[in-house]
């Protein structure tokens, strides 16, 4: 089957910047999503690269290698808000989306 | 952008009683939509992939008799959880596959189960 990993935890400090890692297994890839889950909430998209390279958004960017398998996000200028659960999910075959366990990110003021 | 809600955000039901969750795509339509189940601290888990008109898609080792699924229109799709137990006891949320070629989910608020 396909293996998402992601690191479980991370710590960051406000102002600063983090990069939260993502591997995923390469046959059948079309894409890979990363949301923001803050807790008791659902998921919010935050961004979906099918091409190499970097997507900047505001202060979040994302990475994606296909040729490697990972991927990564980028949050700079980080807020307390920016305190949440952040997923990957990768999209297999147009159809089939297999998501990461999840990395919290805590901050400290 | 496309909204998606689901109802109701909060329930609590006694142990052997059925619920009923609707998931509604608000201001587009979707053939197909997704339901997930996330336990405290843990990913999200697929539990079904619903196909307007056809039935729907469920993972290995979730119960289609327990988890009714029913998408009978391109806006809303309902999961059933039948004869509920504490162990049912979750977060509920549903998505929706974005409208046109997007590969997006959408996803709606959650329904938090408690089963007592």
């Known amino acids: 089957g396909q293996n998402i990993d992601q690191p479980t935890e991370m710590t960051a400090t406000e102002g600063a910047i983090v990069q939260i890692n993502c591997t995923y297994q390469t046959s059948g890839f079309n894409g890979l999503f990363w949301y923001q889950q803050h807790a008791g909430e659902a998921p919010t998209f935050l961004s979906y690269n099918v091409l190499d390279g970097l997507e900047e958004k505001g202060r979040f960017s994302s990475f994606l290698s296909r040729s490697k398998g990972y991927s990564y996000l980028l949050l700079k200028e980080l807020q307390m808000k920016d305190s949440a659960s952040y997923l990957c999910?990768?999209?297999?075959?147009?159809?089939?989306?297999?998501w990461g366990a999840g990395s919290k990110l805590f901050l400290m003021p | 952008g496309a909204v998606v809600s689901q109802h109701p955000s909060r329930v609590i039901c006694k142990s052997g009683t059925s619920v009923k969750i609707e998931c509604r795509s608000l201001?587009?339509?979707?053939?197909?939509m997704f339901w997930y189940r996330q336990f405290p601290k843990q990913s999200l888990m697929l539990m079904a992939t619903s196909n307007e008109g056809s039935k729907a898609t469920y993972e290995q080792g979730v119960e289609k008799d327990k988890f009714l699924i029913n998408h009978a229109s391109l806006t809303l799709s309902t999961l059933t959880v039948t004869s509920a137990h504490p162990e049912d006891s979750s977060f509920y949320i549903c998505?929706?596959?974005?409208?046109?070629?997007?590969?997006?989910?959408?996803f709606g608020p959650g329904t938090r189960l408690t089963v007592t």
């Open positions: 999910a990768a999209l297999y075959c147009y159809y089939q989306l297999i």
């Open positions: 201001d587009f339509q979707a053939t197909t």
């Open positions: 998505s929706a596959r974005g409208p046109g070629d997007s590969d997006e989910q959408y």
